[in-house]
């Protein structure tokens, strides 16, 4: 006990203990001996006394008014909760089953059993009558084709009202094979373009009507769709194929874009530089077809980037 406070470090550990009374009389006995002839200790026990009764002179807080509402109130929720868990625990939900289940229940219940293995077993007996029918007497299910007899252009068009944005983009890869030559496939083109609410899919319509662009119709759908684009991509896009194609036709609804509120801002730049190229006077000559291959070039990677973001 002795060597416990024998040295400053030992004392000085035990400095809170001897305060607090907690020390046996030889420990207490040993610290004395020691801080009679050590200073160190000494104003360091000066310094313990006087955080100890500072920390003694310290205010009680006292709980507040509410603590006892609160408490009761927070103790009902809790409850309330666990209630609410237990009754859709596994042994709430059998509990509500077994309150359920009354005589005239299970009567019901029988009933309905009995109903269900009738209807099954007759819908069995009509379908075996089906299957032993002779084979001249069933008719083939009718095809529905389009009016002019192309079973490609129906399927092409039924896959454009599909409402996945998958099967709409294969309708338009479809397109591509019959617009050359079918008026209605190229209405439908155009129609996708305006109104699909899947910017990759306008994107793809876009590409095979830009492919398309020798036919007058075409070009002037593609000026009259530039009004209902709002998609970024797509404007740009567009603003890219009217330059290409050399349609000054496109300059008025161009500059209306431009008035659209919150466009943007890469967007704006593209339009302008468009106009600007639009307007200035060109010859033929700089409508040549690797020009064109570099724009829907463009629009494939637009599209591209659409897919992967």
Not at 5 to 34: R, T, Y
Not at 266 to 274: A, G, L, N, R
């Amino acid at each position: 006990m002795e060597a416990k406070f024998g040295n400053c470090e030992g004392v000085q550990e035990g400095l809170m203990d001897l305060l607090a009374n907690e020390l046996s009389a030889q420990e207490q006995q040993a610290m004395h001996a020691h801080l009679a002839h050590c200073p160190a200790c000494q104003h360091e026990l000066q310094a313990v006394q006087k955080l100890w009764h500072t920390m003694g002179n310290l205010p009680v807080p006292e709980p507040s008014e509410q603590l006892r509402p609160r408490f009761y109130s927070m103790l009902a929720e809790f409850q309330a909760d666990e209630q609410r868990k237990q009754r859709w625990s596994l042994a709430g939900m059998l509990q509500q089953l077994q309150d359920w289940w009354q005589p005239e229940y299970a009567t019901r219940l029988a009933y309905s059993l009995v109903l269900l293995v009738v209807g099954l077993a007759a819908g069995y007996l009509l379908r075996g009558r089906e299957t032993a029918a002779p084979a001249d007497s069933q008719q083939p299910m009718a095809v529905v084709e389009a009016p002019d007899g192309n079973v490609q252009q129906a399927q092409m068009l039924t896959l454009l009202a599909n409402p996945s944005a998958v099967q709409r983009l294969r309708a338009v890869s479809y397109a591509e094979e019959l617009a050359p030559s079918n008026d209605r496939v190229v209405a439908a083109l155009l129609s996708t373009l305006n109104q699909d609410p899947n910017v990759n899919v306008r994107l793809a319509s876009l590409e095979v009507l830009a492919g398309l662009s020798q036919d007058p119709t075409v070009r002037q759908g593609l000026v009259r769709s530039l009004a209902r684009q709002e998609s970024p991509l797509v404007q740009s896009a567009m603003a890219d194929v009217m330059v290409q194609l050399q349609e000054r036709r496109s300059v008025r609804p161009l500059r209306k874009l431009l008035q659209q509120e919150n466009l943007n801002e890469q967007v704006k730049t593209k339009i302008e530089q468009s106009i600007q190229s639009l307007s200035t006077e060109r010859s033929a000559d700089h409508s040549t077809p690797s020009t064109y291959d570099e724009t829907l070039h463009h629009i494939r990677t637009d599209l591209d980037t659409s897919v992967a973001a």
